[in-house]
Structure formats: structure tokens, C-alpha cells
């Protein structure tokens, strides 16, 4: 009556206590077998009564460890020798992709937190206390699978109580690869600005919160990379912290030691709360309830929003503990470059900037700066993608393994490939910026090898100017070109899985458009693999190229000038607007755009709210705070052909009488009208929303609930940011989707300098 059957797991499945689940399991119901991690995921060989092997099938699913997910399950007959009892084997060396999904780090679980609080405990006080339901993932792991001599712990040799731990079926730490303790695991060293060690171990910690606590800048070394901290109260230590990172007014992230500090500071609904708690433990943006708490305010100039993380590993929260105070907690870099993740490079490039470091010797393999988002409406706005959150995939059925998304210029990210899947890496940056620019190629190539994969395509933004097309037509010939703004939206599309017509709006700061003119204020009726450009913002002219794109003024100039209006542009003294204007007059270094972004700049700067922007974003940004919760009645806006007209808001709102907050509140009102009007014009069931723009919590919000009262279905980026940190996605989609439907896909050729 016996019966043998192999099962093939593939999904999440490795790294989160997944073999010894099966293990139990197994021998409970006295089945013969093994499991094995594998190249794909894992590999269950079971054999015994016929029933008993039913029972597994029908019992794993709910016995699966909360992160864990099991994409499919195959049966197999068995040809195999099968051993008398049950256990776990090493791991499988397969040919082919390895696309079992790694895990991205999870922040500490309250079991081990609880070890590492309890003066009992052997890990009293250890930093690097983890099991298989927490600890670092994706930052440590070389290659899959994923075991222990993959990882950057394999430097460190267990000692007899952890190994006895590692072995134990019934121990949270059987197969944890990253276990530790004081006696075998990875150290703190506190050193000074030239690197020499002045304490270690628990000693470090302490010092480290006594010079926070001195008002002192301290790097510290974490998951991810190196954050610097600044005691958050103290104006003159954050202000020297800007002074020395050459950060302008862009607000910055906080640790704070509990949930109950940061809800004495800001605003917590029941969403937001359970995202700080997670265990991808991400910075969420909060309103501030505005005074009462102790934070300077040079932490984030200006805004009513605050972005808030909790401890998400036990060297935080033990530092935090000691502090009792929040920390600002920023990226380890200067201005916009990659976070530091090594060493010495840390205390060379952050040499300038803290004060002291506070090290460890677990090597971090690949650099990821705090994942950020935001609730709106319930749901998340992804802006960053990075430590907690990357690895992610979502799934592109059909997909030919080793195709690249090569992703944008702004907040850029790659996305590989891989079983069925889009892989995505983490947040690699602006790549106007060397560092970032540097770091593109090589988180290609790590996401490939860690993959098991071969560049077999790629697909890049239409702008040949763009650091990653440039990149992605270097690595392979003739990569699938596929237009900014229809990238965003199959983004959406592949998020939900969405094959189209839909109406897709895409509004954004800039793309590349097919006409050569800059897009942003975009409808497009897109399937996957084509679109139309069904309608768009009425375009105006931005006179002095890139620098345009900084400067509010120079939008409001441009939109005025376009409506046919002689007034005076905000924030430009005289000679600064006749040289202006003899660029839009003469058409050189002038742009014509159809940009959301931008509009929103030139309203920005009509209201006063800021004509030269410190950083991207600041203008939007900052008319979203002016609306606050103001509710208004729309702008009036017309429609010339395919175009939507602005110049019937511009004029009531340059008439004036009416309070800055009101306009910015009638502006966002009226930009959700023209959504509602050019989707009735369309009449598709199904409306996408993507683009920078709808980071707009008031926008987005708007956006979804009047569309859906007209009828739409209304899809929204979940996983993925609305930003361009979704755009590698939406390039393999549509990249994909086209491949689909052509005979013969070209491989990659390597350079493709000579096409
Ligand atoms: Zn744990
Ligand atoms: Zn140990
Ligand atoms: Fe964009």
C-alpha cells in the first residue's frame, strides 16, 4: 500500500523556517522522505501510506510560515530511494534559473526580541540575535540558495550551543541561517572619526548612545548600510548633520524608540501603524500633530508630514532603548549618492561627516536604503523600495527568464526576469549622480548571477539619454524601447494582472514622449504591449532646459505666456524674465511639455508657495501641505481637441480674492475633474493611475474616490511605486507582452554600440 510522490515547491520558501515545518510534519504522520532546498525552491520526497501522503498535501498549506508563499505545487511520481525515517538534506545544486524567491530582511521577531531584553537570556543584550522568522536576508546573501555558506555569515563558525540550536527541528533557529550569539557571532566596535577602535562590544552600543545623547553625528552601521544619526531635539546637532551630508530642506527620516513616542508626535491610523510595526518595518510619511512634541525643527522644514521608522533590528532597538529619544536617521551617503555598506569605505566617505562610527564586522553584501511609503485611503504609496521590501516579484506569466528592465534616470531600480516573475532589485537612485550611476550595472549583474541567469534582453526608456538606456544598450543589442509614460502604466497593469484596453493615466514630472516633446499629463489607452496618447495636459514652453525643471518661476512664466498673459512671472527680477522671455520668443533651449509636474510648479509659484525648488518634488510637495484638508469646489477647465485647458483655472486663479489654501485645494479639485471628464470620453471600465504625481496623497485620494463614484473600476500601484521606481517593471511588461506576440525574439547579442 505504500506510495512515494516528490513535490516541487517554488515561492517563498527558503530562509523562513520552511524545511523544518515539513520536517514535523512529516514525521508526525510517519512518513518517509526528505526535503531540500533547491535551485526553484524546495523539494519534498515523501513516501508511506497513501493517506498519510494525502494528509501532508492538505495540511502544509496552513502549516506554512507567515512569510512564506507557495506559488505551486506539482506532484511527480517517485523514482527515488527513499531513506527509513525523515530529514532534511543539504541543499540541491540544479541547472537552469534559480528563481526561488529570496526574502527580503525582516525586522526582528518579538520572540528574539524578547532574548535579547532578558538579563537570563545567553543573548542578553547581543545585537545580532535573529531566527528563522526574522534577522537579514536579502543584505547577506551571495548566491542561492540560500544556507549559511552563501551567506556573509559564513565567516563565522557556530559555536555548540548555536549549532545544537541550528540542528534541532524543534528549535526557532533549526537551519537559521544568520543564527549567532556572543560567543560566535559578528561584534560592534565604536571608533573614532579615523577609524580607530575605542570599544567594543556591548561597551560600543553604550557609547554610541552616550555621544548621540552629547549631540554628537554617529554613523552606525546597519542592516541595509550605514545610517547617520542625530538626536532628532537638538536643532544645532541635525542642522550641522544637513551642513555636513550638503542635504538642503529635504526632510529627514526618524527612528523613534516606540510606537507611543511616535504617536505622541504624529497622527497613526490602524494602516499606518501596521506598516511601521511590520516586518519590512519601512519610514511611513505621518502628519504631525502639530506642537507638543520635542523635535527641532530642522528636521523637516516647512512640512506637516514626518517620516517615521521603529527599530527593525536588535542593535536598533537596543540603542534606542538606551536612548529613549527619537534619532534622525538618514541614508550614510553625501547629497544623493548610495548608502556606504562597508567599512572603510564608510569611514572614508563618511569621514567628514560623523563625529564616531559605530561598526560590525557581518559584511552587508549590496546596499539598501530604508524602504518609504505612505497610507492613503488605506492602501500603501510606495515611494522607495528598499531594505525590507526588495527583493520583490511580481508575476509576469509567460516571461522568458533573463530579460532586464533597465528602469529610469530618477529613483531608479532594475528588474530582472526570472521564472514567470519580474524580479525587482532595490532602490538604486538618481543616476545623475556618479555613485548611482555606478551602482546601476552592478545591481544588474547581481540580480542576474544571484538568479542564475544570462542577459537575454533588455528593455529601455525611449530617451537615449537616460543613464540606463545608455547602460541597457551597452549590455545588449537593440534593447525594446518602450515609451516613459506606458512603462508606468503596465506597471499598474502587471500589478493586477490587467491585459487592457485600459485608460491609463500617467502624470510625472517627465518622459520622453513619441513626438519628441516632453509628456507628463498623460492619458493613454494602453494594452501591455501598445498604446494611443488618447488625450494630455495643454502643453506650454520651459525656457532653459534642465534647470526649468528646478524652477517653479520659469513654469509659471511659461504657462503664462502661453495663455496669452503679459503678466509678470513670480520670483524673477526683470532682467531674469527678459532673458526668459527671449528664449521662449526665439524657441531655443525651450522645452514644450505636457507636464502634470510642472503645471503644478507653475501653480506653486503663482500661490508664493516656492520658486526654486531645494530638492525634487518641493513645489508639489509643498501645495499638498497648503490644501491640508481644505475642501473647495473645482477650478473651471475646457477642453481644445485631445488637449485638456488649464488657462480657464489660470485666469480665476489669477484674478485672485481667494486664500492661498483655497486655490491649491480648487487647483487638486479641478486636476481630478479632468481625470473624471477625459475618462467619461474614453468610456473604458477599467482607469490606471501611475506617475510621480499620485505620491499626492490629496490627489490620489481624490483621483480614486470620484472616478469610482462615476463608475470606474480604479487601479493603483499596491506593491510598486507610482514614481519612477515602477518603471523597470512596466518595461519588462511591455517588453513581454510584445515578445508574446512576435514569431522569433532576437537574443542578446552583448555591446550593442554598433547597432
Ligand atoms: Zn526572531
Ligand atoms: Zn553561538
Ligand atoms: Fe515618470
Known sequence: MDEAVVLRVRGRVQGVGFRPVVFRLARGLGLRGWVRNDASGAEVALGGAAEAIARFQAELPGLLPAAARVEAIAGGAAGVELPPGFEIRSSAEGAGARVALVLPDLATCPACLAEVMNPRDRRHRYPFTNCTHCGPRFSIVEQLPYDRAHTTMKGFEMCAACAAEYRDPADRRFHAQPNACPVCGPRLTWAGPAGEALAEGDEALRAAAAALGRGRIVAVKGLGGFHLMADARDGAAVRRLRERKRRDEKPFALMFPSREAIEAACEVSAAEGGWLESQAAPIVLLRRRGGGDDLAAEVAPGLPWLGAMLPYTPLHHLLMAELGFAVVATSGNISDEPICID??????????????????????????????????????????????????????????????GGGAQMKNTVAVTAGGNAVLGPHIGDLDHDGAARLWPQTVRDLLDLHGLTLERAAADLHPDYASSRGAAGLCAAPELVQHHHAHIAAVMAEHGLEGPVLGIAWDGTGLGDDGTIWGGEFLVCTRAEYRRAAWLRPFSLAGGDAAAKEPRRAALGVLREMGSAAP??????????????????????????????????????????????????????LEALAGEVAAPAYPFGWRGNELDWQPMMEELLAGGEEPAVAAARFHAMLVEMMVAAARREGLADVCLSGGCFQNRRLTAGAARRLAEEGFRVWRHRDIPPNDGGIALGQLAVAAARAGRKTAGRACQGGGDRA
Open 343 to 404: 567599512n572603510a569605505e564608510a569611514l572614508e566617505r563618511l569621514g567628514g561627516i560623523a563625529d564616531f562610527f559605530l561598526l560590525h564586522d557581518r559584511p552587508i553584501v549590496r546596499p539598501m536604503d530604508d524602504s518609504v511609503l505612505a497610507v492613503c485611503e488605506g492602501g500603501p504609496i510606495m515611494m522607495r523600495r528598499g531594505r525590507g521590501l526588495a527583493p520583490g516579484t511580481i508575476a509576469l506569466p509567460g516571461a522568458p527568464d533573463g530579460w532586464l
Open 569 to 622: 512671472a513670480p520670483g524673477l527680477s526683470a532682467e531674469e524674465a527678459a532673458a526668459l522671455e527671449g528664449l521662449l520668443r526665439g524657441g531655443l533651449n525651450v522645452a514644450r511639455t505636457s507636464s502634470a509636474g510642472r503645471l503644478f510648479d507653475a501653480v506653486a509659484a503663482l500661490l508664493g508657495v516656492c520658486q526654486v525648488m531645494a530638492h525634487e518634488g518641493q513645489a508639489a510637495m509643498r
